[in-house]
């Protein structure tokens, strides 16, 4: 009789035991978690979702491309050293090896009341946790003209991966040996603060071989080289002399698609045979149009811990539509990082712990000076948690000395890593 | 016969002070740490693959062959500079000594 007291109780105690833990995992596997976009931050969330709930957790994915194509070394399509084919990966393995459902959409609203995401097929999906990771969305309207001379086909801009890439580097190849090439910057910041740099560098090195008395001019809104500078700057006088020249304080506040003429705050107007203008830009329409976009209605304020909205609860936000720490750029590597912080933190709190108090962010970025050599910048970002925010470890990342061939060896090994840790 | 009746009853009472505080929260502790230690690791993945099995052939220096003693020794190589290198020495100061064992511990070959 003692003994099935005994066994009684312990197995009432026990049941206790799986009554007060079990409901914290059944929520993790109950949960409807929607990731919105396919790129570097969301695919890499919606894989590590999978990953750190040991595939319980519901994942979809919602990305309206059949296949990702990366942003980082598209510069080297637009110089024509590269392909876009050779950056472009498939997202089979999220739902073939991860068993994440993919939904080859565009999202055309959210509702953060109900909770639910409109499609536009028309269908509506329902969430309990959505990661918004829409990417940049660029401000046309911010250059008088720009959204006609687009339309028109004169001016590309080809900051995001895709038709825009190719065309352009047609437009380059279709110039006179003699023309000019612009390229403007807006202010920071935007995405992928060294890019417009290595573009720079790409056509000149295009042009060297093939048309070389042309021009690269760079009309930079920035009061000096956002990222790099020194680096590229050097490049410019040894590897591109009498070619590239730099103009800083630049505005472009207007284009004239007629007769390809570019207008400035201050200066005078610059004629140039290849326009590739870059717009002010903005957290990914998605976002703004959702009401996320709490920083200046351009950019969407985090909690930096699980990279939930401070505008809406259980929306979280990833990669270039935030609003970054200092020193911390907007990058493909930056929003992988991202994607892992919050995707922790969200399987963290749909089992009913803590979310990590000390979360860890890193950067890379590489930038091709030549079809060969290469520029690093690097960083560590610790979570400090007086100033809940992510500070650069003093003392640590940095640049490269110098150009050099091991580190283009290093970049395209990044860029295969980054693609199979992201997508494979 | 009393003692062994009332020894349950302890035992219950244990299991839902257990329960409802400190071990529960100690089992959802030591989960929770290794989810903390799996992010820190996957910050190292961008380069040098998922769970640090990097592509072969990729271009990017493999380090998934070695233990977790000889992966602590090169970070902390590259992080006192012993070890020169191009990215790893200046990302290897970011990380606490520390945190840099937990890595080794996650991606070092088992």
Known sequence: MDRRHFIGNSAAALGLLAGFSGPARANLQKAEILVIGGGYGGATAAKYLRLFSDNTARVTLIEP??????????????????????????????SKRHGIKMIQDSVTSIDPDKKT??????????????????????????????????????????????????????QLAAMRDGGTFAISIPEAPYRCPPGPYERACQVANYLKQNKPKSKVLILDANQDVTSKGALFKKVWAEQYPGMVEYLP??????????????????????????????????????AVKT???????????????????????????????????PAMPKSGHMANQHAKVAAAAIVA?????????????????????NNKEVIHVASVHQY????????????????????????????????????????? | MRAKYLKPAILVSIYIGISLSSGNALAQNADASQLYKRGLAATCANCHGTNGKGVVDGGMPLINYLTSEQMLAQLK??????????????????????QLEIIANQLGKK
Request: proline share 4%; aromatic share 8%.
């Open chain 1, 384 to 424: 400090n948690a007086a100033e809940k925010t992510f500070k650069a470890v003093p003392g640590s990342g940095g640049l490269s000395p110098a150009p050099s061939t091991l580190e283009g060896i290093y970049a395209w090994g990044w860029a295969h890593n980054i693609w199979a840790d992201s997508l494979g």
């Open chain 2, 77 to 98: 190589a590259f992080k006192s500079g012993a070890r020169e290198g191009t990215i790893m020495p200046q990302l290897a100061k970011g990380y606490s000594d520390e």
């Open chain 1, 117 to 170: 995401v409109k499609l536009a097929s028309g269908k509506t999906l329902r969430y309990d946790k959505a990661i918004v990771s829409p990417g940049v969305a660029l401000m046309m309207n911010s250059i008088e003209g720009l959204a006609q001379a687009n339309k028109a086909g004169v001016t590309l801009q080809a900051w995001k991966a895709g038709p825009e890439t190719v065309a352009l580097h047609k």
């Open chain 1, 249 to 286: 304080k630049y505005n472009v506040t207007a284009v004239d698609a007629k007769t390809k003429t570019i207008k400035f705050e201050v200066q005078d107007d610059i004629k140039a045979d290849v326009l590739n203008l870059l717009p002010a830009m903005s957290a990914g329409e998605i």
């Open chain 1, 291 to 325: 009401g996320l976009a709490n920083s200046n209605g351009r950019w969407v304020n985090v909690n930096y811990l699980n990279f939930e909205s401070t505008a809406q609860k259980d929306i979280h936000v990833l990669g270039d539509s935030i609003q970054v720490a």
């Open chain 1, 65 to 94: 491309n059949a296949s990702f194509v990366s942003c980082p070394l598209s510069n080297l399509v637009v110089g024509g050293s590269r392909t876009l084919a050779e950056l472009t990966s498939s997202y089979d393995s999220l």
């Open chain 1, 349 to 369: 709190e749909l089992s009913g712990w803590e979310v990590n108090p000390a979360p860890v962010l890193t950067n890379t970025c590489y930038s091709f000076v």
